[in-house]
């Protein structure tokens, strides 16, 4: 902080001496003067505040002046800001005595900051802790966060006492908006967690807005791995817990990425997947590709046709984008030499034993769909393929095949469906636009898409292109353990 600080006056400092020349040596004599007093006035506001006060007589509007008073005065602690310039996400950062407050009685979950410093902003602002912010629909989901910054020098107000007082951080954001889905699971909460909590090494707190108790218990392990303290569920808290800093919102750095030049020793989403093996994992990391290696599934590591048995976990749909001769494909799998296992991974499924089939996998195949973000659990350089039905381009492009070969390094195939594997050529004509051209039907808005391409058709693979997809999913996960 201190360091970040020097470095703005210094900054502000130069931007000054480039004005006139009266200016220059008045910023010079000024930041002097300020240095001086605090100096050998051991610090002290009541020394450093008048010096500020001349500093910013002969440079008014000028931000050197406060800066420098901040750096030396002992309030330099003492922060608030927003930013609020990311489409996708808000994020406050406080610090100082900041207070957590209840959402009880009616009242919202509020963040007190009770400051002794008058340079500090001061006021009231609300903030949605969740990372969609450029869907409305989802965010009128999301419960509001009151921010309060509130000047306190010479005076303690009764709502100032805490119940539980914390020394390490705060970290605050809602688990409402999609969660429950396995995408939104990972890609608006668990990875941004990941990401924002990194810098503390586990030295902070969460508390969470809008959280099931299922949801909160099915990732605890996740979460044991991001804190060392306990999570603070604000639907049944009923305290006020007192923090010196705390961070409202969730960083992220895109779909399912941990961009390295952003966190602080140059993690990426292989360390947030180490971080799912020692949840989730029964065996060291180290261990498990040699394990692979090493396991009669494809002996001395090489392809040699049918004695290669690759593990094949297909991805099982029951409402929508539903492959309907699923059985059918299962065992023509198991003909093509492949350990097949058809898995069906809803809300409820236990994540430890999810875990273990996806992280054994050679390949996993499954239709477009919320549960290939299980992908986070394979090995790298094991086989990912993906079923794309007619209208889902560009959402399988941007959330599931970038980030498989540029975050999670999986090999990547991609099973197209022709008009004629899907349902929409029954529901509709052979010849009819949201068959023959789903891009102009798209156009008119996400409503369009999501009715018809993503909860109005299934698929039925074609057994003679599925023979091809297999032969060169097992060569790929062949060589990747050779």
Partial sequence: MEASLIFTARQNFMSEMKRSPIKRYSALFSVLLVFS?????????????????????????????????????????????????????????IRGDVHLFPGIAGQKVSVHLFSNDDLTWHGE????????????????????????????????????????????????????????NPYHDFQDVLVPMFITSKPYDGDVVFAITQARDWWLEKFSPLFRQMTKNEIIDMNQNKKVHCFPEATIGLRLHGELKVNPAHMPHNETMKDFQDMVHRAYGEIPSHELLAKAKTSSRCPNY?????????????????????????????????????????????????????????????????????????????????????????????????????????????QYLEYRITPDESTLSRTYSRDHPAVTDPEAVIAKNWETRKKIYMQGQDVRLSLPKLKLMLHEAKRLASMSLS
């Fill in 37 to 93: 007093f605090a100096s050998t006035a051991t610090r002290l506001r009541h020394v450093v505040l008048p010096s500020l006060r001349l500093c910013e007589g002969f440079l008014p509007n000028s931000r050197l002046c406060s800066d420098t008073a901040r750096l030396l005065t002992g309030h330099r602690s003492e922060n608030y800001w927003c930013d609020r310039s990311d489409n996708r996400t808000d994020i406050c950062y």
């Fill in 302 to 410: 090489s392809f040699r046709g049918g004695d290669c048995k690759l593990k094949l976990v297909i991805l099982a749909r029951n409402q929508t984008r539903v492959i309907l001769n699923q059985a059918q494909v299962a065992s023509f799998a198991q003909r093509e030499g492949f350990d097949v296992q058809v898995l069906n991974p809803w809300g409820g499924t236990d994540l430890r034993t999810l875990y273990k089939v996806i992280n054994g996998a050679d390949v996993m195949m499954g239709v477009h769909g919320a549960a290939l973000t299980h992908m986070v659990f394979m090995r790298p350089h094991s086989v990912l393929v993906q079923i794309v039905p007619l209208g889902t381009d560009w959402p399988s492009r941007t959330y599931y095949q970038e980030p498989a070969i540029n975050s999670l390094h999986l």
């Fill in 125 to 180: 602002e609300q903030i949605q802790p969740y990372t969609r912010k450029y869907d409305p629909a989802t965010m009128d989901t999301v419960d509001p966060v009151v921010l309060r910054s509130k000047y306190t020098e010479f005076f303690h107000p009764v709502e100032s006492v805490c119940d539980i007082v914390h020394s390490v951080p705060l970290i605050l954001f809602s688990a409402g908006g999609y969660t429950g």
